[in-house]
């Protein structure tokens, strides 16, 4: 009787389907003589769980996939808000939830950290609509573009993500390379061993990521030397470099800073060097199709129009309306998450631990960071190392 029950359900969710694709036209009209044959998208599969149900299902050959995308409206018509639709030329997902996102989930990095256990370099996104939190690995997916407009998250998200990789790493394991402009994203950082350095003027930034240049070659010829792949398969622990720049948008008259970003996201990483790169709006033709093309990952709030969403690279931003929800692009494949909230007040409590103090340097512009000073001897001040210092 089970079985009867379960062909029923499917029998009409399949019904529904098929009057949305008849309704928005979702239809390949073939003419025969007189005669009009009339082929809709063939739906493969129906499967039916207590949290969504999941249909899979193929265009005809010359269908232009545009018209689902077109008709998002009337899938949601039939099927309410909490639905995504993956796919790209012929085949398609659509996931239709029984429950929405969560408005609003606050970060806690207890429940974070069991999910971060698979990846060689986690990156904290959000929950999705299976309250399953998303953590991608930048070992696969290279590097990461972040947009949207003024209060979509795109803050909190950057917490997130950076805070749970302090927490998570040890400085010999991370080190990043940040960069803002405009002065407001990542102050929270300073004085922390796993931080570099901090860039707020373009030319200390040229001459770091020269640097980072060159020793991305250098790991190179060591892969190549060894014959290996990746460099976590040397026997030599080399850090992951993380170049984390916000409004990269600024740096876009730079031609010298923009060709070596290029050049790290074609060839990062198998050297372990990735790029998460920010911006309000991804009106940003100006960076170059090859470092956009180079962006597997990518993650927007709210866009406020249609073709700020199509740049972005992720057409399902423009009808976002939740303040920390996003659309997640991985290779293609979009769907909408809600990120950990984390105010900056938070933060920094977070943070506390971690910091180290700092002794200025007068004969130089970086801060340099020692180790508390209760856990130094004499001997040792005069070989501070220079970690965790922010370029002026």
Known sequence: ??????????????????????????????????????????????????????????????????????????????????????????????????????????????????????????????????????????????????????????????????????????????????SDLKNSEFGIFRNIPHVKCIHMEQKPLLAELRAVETEMKRRSKLLDQHDVEHVSELEEKLPIIMIVIDEVFLLTDNDKIMKILTNISCLGRSASIHLILAMQRSAAKELGGQLLNN??????????????????????????????????????????IQVPFLEKKDAKKLLAPYKVEVVPDEDSDIEVVNEPIENLIASDIAQLPTIGGIHK
């Open 1 to 178: 009787m089970e079985w009867l029950q379960n062909k029923w359900s499917k029998m009409k969710w399949r019904g529904k389907l098929m009057k949305c694709f008849k309704d928005g036209g979702i239809v390949k009209s073939v003419k025969h003589g007189q005669h009009k044959n009339e082929y809709y998208p063939k739906i493969h599969d129906i499967s039916i769980d207590k949290n969504h149900v999941r249909f899979v299902f193929t265009l005809r050959n010359g269908l232009n996939p545009e018209l689902l995308l077109n008709n998002m409206w009337l899938f949601k018509q039939t099927f309410g808000d909490n639905i995504e639709l993956s796919g790209k030329y012929k085949k398609f997902i659509l996931a239709v939830y029984s429950n929405g996102i969560p408005t609003k989930i606050n970060y806690n990095y207890g429940d974070i950290e069991p999910h971060m256990n698979q990846a060689l370099v986690p990156i904290v996104a959000g929950f999705d609509n299976c309250n399953v939190l998303n953590v991608l690995d930048l070992k696969d997916l290279h590097h990461i573009m972040l947009t949207g407009s003024t209060g979509a998250g795109k803050s909190s998200l950057f917490r997130s993500m950076i805070c749970s990789l302090i927490f998570y790493k040890t400085p010999d394991q991370i080190q990043f390379i940040m």
């Open 295 to 336: 962006m597997n990952g990518r993650i927007s709030g709210k866009q406020s129009n249609e073709v700020n969403a199509k740049i972005a690279g992720l057409k399902s931003s423009k009808d976002i309306t939740i303040a920390g929800r996003m659309a997640l692009s991985v290779n293609g494949e979009e769907k909408f």
